[in-house]
């Protein structure tokens, strides 16, 4: 167990639908990260957050977005949801960040779009 | 712009033979490197870390790996494979100069013939 909880663990929707994927990082972790995993595409970095502000943006669609709470939980909010969004998206923490901090990561949030 | 390429998307090998998987970065500052594991319907589990010093890292399960730096290289071995070893293991490279963010290989798939 890493400590990075996300949820839900699977998700179903239909094309067009908005969909709001959850994660809490590990105690003490001010960095969150999403990433997302699909067959074609393999493991993207898509946004990191530090400390409730963005710090970093990678491959990720105008149709999502995120957000880090003064909990330091974060939200990735995907949004006109297209076939190919369909993918297991992970979340990772970790204690600063720069590194070589070890990046944690939880065990995904699996999203289908029929 | 960093990058990773793992050599092999599928790996076989019989129990208790040397386990080797090939990757090479890319990176035109000091890389930080990592081997990740995920096993079916987990998340990604950290095998290894180099940041500086010792080319060699010894990781959890009995894998090592070795920073070569003159072939820009970052191979993962064990000396003998177990069946429990079997999963999907990715390279990843990051570096000191801005936010942490992990580039990830595509990923090697490692099956164990018992």
């Known amino acids: 167990d890493s400590g990075v909880t996300q949820t839900p663990k699977h998700l179903i929707t239909a094309t067009g639908q908005r969909v709001t994927l959850r994660c809490s990082p590990r105690s003490g972790d001010l960095s969150v990260y999403w990433y997302q995993q699909s067959l074609d595409q393999g493991l993207q970095f898509l946004i990191q957050?530090?400390?409730?502000?963005?710090?970093a943006k990678g491959n990720i669609l105008e149709r999502f977005s995120a957000q880090q709470f003064p909990d330091l939980h974060s939200e990735l909010n995907l949004s006109s949801l297209e076939l190919g969004d369909s993918a297991l998206y992970f979340c990772a923490s970790s204690v600063e960040i720069q590194g070589p901090n070890t990046i944690y990561f939880g065990e995904g949030s699996w999203l289908t779009v029929v | 712009a960093q990058s990773v390429t793992q050599l092999g998307s599928h790996v076989s090998v019989s129990e208790g033979a040397l386990v080797l998987l090939r990757c090479n970065y890319s990176s035109s500052v000091p890389p930080y490197l990592f081997w990740y594991v995920q096993y079916p319907n987990q998340g990604l589990q950290l095998l290894l870390k180099?940041?500086?010093?010792?080319?060699l890292v010894k990781g959890i399960n009995g894998f090592e790996a070795e920073f070569k730096k003159s072939e820009t290289s970052f191979h993962l071995t064990k000396p003998s494979a177990h069946m429990s070893d079997a999963a999907e293991y990715f390279c990843?490279?990051?570096?000191?100069?801005?936010?942490?963010?992990?580039?990830f290989g595509q990923g090697t798939r490692l099956t164990i013939n018992p």
């Open positions: 990843a490279v990051s570096s000191l100069s801005g936010a942490q963010k992990l580039v």
């Open positions: 180099y940041t500086t010093g010792a080319t």
């Open positions: 957050y530090y400390n409730g502000e963005e710090r």
